[in-house]
């Protein structure tokens, strides 16, 4: 790493820092949009001949930029039978082969209209 003297303070050249900063960041998008595509069309098909009005993927996974290794998949959903929500999770669980969910009914949450408007729409 190059350390440049201006003004009798010390600098050191972060080009090489920002460079792998970029390529990781890069890297991450790729990935995000695979799993994004990935998850679009099993909720999609598992939905397909269910009972709900609308399906949406929301969260870190539907934002350009935000999605890590640690990141859950958030699914929003309207017209889920209350009844069914534990056995959808399962399901669900069991699809995407994570634990690391987050199943939002649309009726009962606060933040709808954010997800409406910033959400991935699947059905």
Known sequence: MAIKITG????????????IHAENAASREERR???????RLLLSKYFSDKNVK????????????????????DIAVEGLDHKRYFEVFGELEELLGTENIDLIELERCSFRELIEKHGERVL
């Open 8 to 19: 009798g303070r010390r600098s050191f050249d972060t080009s090489l820092i920002k460079k």
């Open 33 to 39: 949009k695979k799993k994004l595509q990935e998850v």
């Open 54 to 73: 609308r399906v949406y993927i929301t969260g870190s996974l539907a934002q350009e930029g935000m999605f890590t290794i640690r990141s859950d998949i």
